[in-house]
Structures are given as structure tokens and as C-alpha cells.
């Protein structure tokens, strides 16, 4: 492994240096920043390209490269598709019509399972300050298309919210989307940073969402995360706020008292939070790559995830095998079904249509459908 871990409690992120890219000194991001890390050296840079150079020879670890934070312009698209229902030869897996942006790169708490560690080549955690262009590039996409309802969510390569007590990205997007009638914002995190958003006027436009899972698996392959207890005091607080709220059990991972433990867990979101202030739950076994699998080997090697029995599917990632992972779904499905009587949403998540169908025991929705069902409740279309 890299380094030691605390598992008792979320580790607040803390940079030793900033590397502040010219284009965006004055950005509201970077003033947010600066203001809220006094003290910390920041070295103004022209590009990222020296320092990638740099990582590529120098090769540091996972851990010590986070401790650099890069604020940086995102000199591409911000918004695209989520790449859960992309088609690897014929296998496609169910989509949900979901989009992303990203606002960051990388994460500086330590799941073992994270895709992140295999995914990505800079070493660095980046968060692209060009907010305008951002929220320009939404407008266009969101205006064009006023009669269609999106799901956007900012955490695919990035957690959520983990880094917005540091740069306040939360509020500006939350204010952008509360103007918008046919747009809903996921925010998906393992922290309990939601004080930024608390008190705001987001018109239920924006969903809060937590990946959860039980707090054996928590405490053993969820480092530096906020506990169970704390998300979902975070999600009581956001609840307490007017925001609809989220989660996804995912991954599930198969281990002897499973069944115990994810019931126990379904059954206190259900006791802490009301049914109707739940917009969905998704769920999603346990998956990895080759590559990810060797690098959980390397950096986790007393986890036992990586050396689970898996089987390589026809997405290309090993998997628990289907019966295994149909069972998984069925029995929390189930359980969600019996505490919510029936009122919450429920879907899987890059999962095959042939254990989709299993699990649902229906047809499977086209993705425009699954997508606009799950934002029906919040968005108004023209």
C-alpha cells in the first residue's frame, strides 16, 4: 500500500502546494480558494503540461501526488454523456440517460475499489476554475433542448462534494440550476459537506446523492470517507433544507453477511428519512477492470475485493457472476420495496438487460424513458 489510512472519520483535504494556471487567476473559484487556504504556497503556472511531464518521469505516488492541488482551465467540453451505457461490441449495458460534468479530477479519499486510481494518468487532484465557461457551455446545451428533461451529475471523476468547502462550487451550480426548468443536478458524495448548499433557493432542481454501503465495507474499503452516521446526517440536513435526496448502494459487494447488513442499512434510510424525500435509489454490483484489479492488488493488498471471485463479462469488466449479482438486487429491491411501501424509485446501474429483466421482472424502459421518469417529480417541460 502507499500509505496508512484513517478509517474512524472523513479526512478534511488540505493541499501542501497550489499550482495556479494564469488563464484563470481571476476566477471566483480561485478567489474562493486562496481565501480559504491562507498560507499555502501557490506557484502560477502557464499550463498543466510541465507538470504531467514531470509526474510521467518522476512517478510519485497516488497519495503524494494529491497533496498538489491545480487549479486549471478545461480546455474541452464540459458536459457529455455518462459512459455507463456505452456499447462495447454488441454488449450494452442498461443506461439511465444520465450526463456529467466535470468540474474536477480525481479524489483525495481512498476507496480500494475506486476506478479512479487505474483511470487516470496525472497524479494531481485538478479542479478547473473556469466556471463561466461551464455554466456558458450548460446554457447552450440546456436551451436548446427546453422539451427534454436532464439528469446531470458532477461526479464521475471527482467526488461531488467533497472539495466544496474549499472552493464553493456547490452554490454557483445550484443557482444555475434552480433557473432551469428542464434540468436537474445530482450531486453525489462520500463526504457530509453540504453546508454550502444549506439555505440556498434551488427550487428542488438539485438532488443530493450519497454512495452508501455497509459500514463493514465502509470502514474497511472506504478510507478517508465520511461514516454512515455522517452521511446520512448530512443527508437529514439537506432533507431539512427542501432538497430532494439520493442514493446509491453501489458497490454491493458479496461477502457472508451481506443479507444482514445492507437490510439493516435500507432500513435505517428508511427510518431517518422519509420515503417521499427520497427521488431514487440505484444500485450496482461490485466491477472492475484487468488493469484496476492489479493496481487494488498492489496498493490494497489486505483488501479482499481484488482477489474476489470475478468473471470477465462481455463489457469487458469481471463481475460477480449473474446469479450472484441478480440475488443481490433482488434482495435489496425487496427490502427497499417492504420499508418505502413501495414509493421509491429504483434502478440498476451499468447493468446487463438480461439481469435487468431478472431483477425487474418487466421490460426494459428505453434509456429516454428510465431518464425521464426518474426527474419527472422535478422538472417542468415546455
Same mark, same amino acid.
Given at each position: 500500500?502507499?500509505?496508512?489510512?484513517?478509517?474512524?472519520?472523513?479526512?478534511?483535504?488540505?493541499?501542501?502546494? !497550489?499550482?495556479?494556471?494564469?488563464?484563470?487567476?481571476?476566477?471566483? /473559484?480561485?478567489?474562493?480558494?486562496?481565501?480559504?487556504?491562507?498560507?499555502?504556497?501557490?506557484?502560477? !503556472?502557464?499550463?498543466?503540461?510541465?507538470?504531467?511531464?514531470?509526474?510521467?518521469?518522476?512517478?510519485?505516488?497516488?497519495?503524494?501526488?494529491?497533496?498538489?492541488? !491545480?487549479?486549471?482551465?478545461?480546455?474541452?467540453?464540459?458536459?457529455?454523456?455518462?459512459?455507463?451505457?456505452?456499447?462495447?461490441?454488441?454488449?450494452?449495458?442498461?443506461?439511465?440517460?444520465?450526463?456529467?460534468?466535470?468540474?474536477?479530477?480525481?479524489?483525495?479519499?481512498?476507496?480500494?475499489?475506486?476506478?479512479?486510481?487505474?483511470?487516470?494518468?496525472?497524479?494531481?487532484?485538478?479542479?478547473?476554475?473556469?466556471?463561466?465557461?461551464?455554466?456558458?457551455?450548460?446554457?447552450?446545451?440546456?436551451?436548446?433542448?427546453?422539451?427534454?428533461?436532464?439528469?446531470?451529475?458532477?461526479?464521475?471523476?471527482?467526488?461531488?462534494?467533497?472539495?466544496?468547502?474549499?472552493?464553493?462550487?456547490?452554490?454557483?451550480?445550484?443557482?444555475?440550476?434552480?433557473?432551469?426548468?428542464?434540468?436537474?443536478?445530482?450531486?453525489?458524495?462520500?463526504?457530509?459537506?453540504?453546508?454550502?448548499?444549506?439555505?440556498?433557493?434551488?427550487?428542488?432542481?438539485?438532488?443530493?446523492?450519497?454512495?452508501?454501503?455497509?459500514?463493514?465495507?465502509? %470502514?474497511?474499503?472506504?478510507?478517508?470517507?465520511?461514516?454512515?452516521?455522517?452521511?446520512?446526517?448530512?443527508?437529514?440536513?439537506?432533507?431539512?433544507?427542501?432538497?430532494?435526496?439520493?442514493?446509491?448502494?453501489?458497490?454491493?459487494?458479496?461477502?457472508?453477511?451481506?443479507?444482514?447488513?445492507?437490510?439493516?442499512?435500507?432500513?435505517?434510510?428508511?427510518?431517518?428519512?422519509?420515503?417521499?424525500? /427520497?427521488?431514487? /435509489?440505484?444500485?450496482?454490483?461490485?466491477?472492475?477492470?484487468?488493469?484496476? %484489479?492489479?493496481?487494488?492488488?498492489?496498493?490494497?493488498?489486505?483488501?479482499?475485493?481484488?482477489?474476489?471471485?470475478?468473471?470477465?463479462?462481455?463489457?469487458?469488466?469481471?463481475?460477480?457472476?449473474?446469479? /450472484?449479482?441478480?440475488?443481490?438486487?433482488?434482495?435489496?429491491?425487496?427490502?427497499?420495496?417492504?420499508?418505502?411501501?413501495? %414509493?421509491?424509485?429504483?434502478?440498476?446501474?451499468?447493468?446487463?438487460?438480461?439481469?435487468?429483466?431478472?431483477?425487474?421482472?418487466?421490460?426494459?424502459?428505453?434509456?429516454?424513458?428510465?431518464?425521464?421518469?426518474?426527474?419527472?417529480?422535478?422538472?417542468?417541460?415546455?
Amino acid at each position: 500500500m502507499d500509505s496508512c489510512y484513517d478509517l474512524a472519520f472523513m479526512s478534511s483535504y488540505r493541499p501542501d502546494r !497550489i499550482y495556479l494556471e494564469r488563464t484563470v487567476r481571476d476566477s471566483p /473559484i480561485t478567489r474562493t480558494v486562496l481565501e480559504r487556504l491562507p498560507g499555502t504556497p501557490v506557484l502560477e !503556472i502557464d499550463s498543466t503540461e510541465r507538470l504531467l511531464a514531470r509526474a510521467r518521469t518522476t512517478s510519485p505516488t497516488i497519495p503524494r501526488g494529491k497533496r498538489s492541488l !491545480i487549479l486549471s482551465r478545461h480546455q474541452g467540453r464540459f458536459f457529455k454523456p455518462c459512459p455507463a451505457g456505452e456499447v462495447r461490441g454488441q454488449a450494452r449495458n442498461v443506461c439511465c440517460n444520465f450526463f456529467v460534468i466535470n468540474y474536477a479530477s480525481n479524489c483525495h479519499m481512498e476507496c480500494s475499489y475506486c476506478y479512479l486510481q487505474a483511470y487516470l494518468n496525472f497524479p494531481h487532484l485538478v479542479v478547473y476554475a473556469n466556471l463561466e465557461e461551464l455554466l456558458d457551455e450548460l446554457d447552450q446545451v440546456l436551451s436548446a433542448a427546453p422539451q427534454t428533461g436532464f439528469r446531470i451529475g458532477t461526479g464521475e471523476l471527482a467526488d461531488s462534494l467533497a472539495l466544496d468547502p474549499l472552493t464553493g462550487y456547490g452554490r454557483h451550480l445550484v443557482k444555475f440550476f434552480a433557473g432551469r426548468d428542464n434540468a436537474v443536478l445530482e450531486f453525489k458524495t462520500k463526504s457530509d459537506c453540504v453546508d454550502g448548499l444549506l439555505g440556498l433557493d434551488h427550487r428542488r432542481h438539485t438532488v443530493v446523492s450519497w454512495s452508501m454501503n455497509t459500514r463493514f465495507v465502509q %470502514q474497511s474499503e472506504e478510507h478517508k470517507t465520511a461514516s454512515i452516521d455522517r452521511r446520512l446526517a448530512a443527508a437529514e440536513a439537506s432533507v431539512a433544507s427542501g432538497y430532494p435526496v439520493a442514493f446509491h448502494l453501489d458497490p454491493l459487494i458479496h461477502y457472508p453477511d451481506w443479507e444482514r447488513d445492507y437490510g439493516a442499512l435500507i432500513s435505517e434510510i428508511f427510518d431517518r428519512l422519509p420515503a417521499t424525500s /427520497i427521488a431514487y /435509489i440505484s444500485l450496482g454490483a461490485l466491477r472492475m477492470t484487468h488493469h484496476l %484489479q492489479r493496481v487494488m492488488r498492489r496498493r490494497f493488498s489486505s483488501s479482499p475485493l481484488a482477489l474476489g471471485e470475478v468473471v470477465p463479462c462481455e463489457d469487458g469488466k469481471l463481475r460477480y457472476v449473474k446469479p /450472484i449479482r441478480t440475488r443481490l438486487y433482488q434482495h435489496l429491491l425487496g427490502r427497499i420495496r417492504e420499508c418505502s411501501g413501495n %414509493q421509491t424509485k429504483v434502478y440498476a446501474c451499468m447493468e446487463r438487460p438480461e439481469v435487468w429483466t431478472r431483477v425487474f421482472r418487466g421490460p426494459i424502459p428505453s434509456e429516454e424513458a428510465l431518464g425521464r421518469g426518474l426527474v419527472s417529480d422535478l422538472v417542468t417541460l415546455q
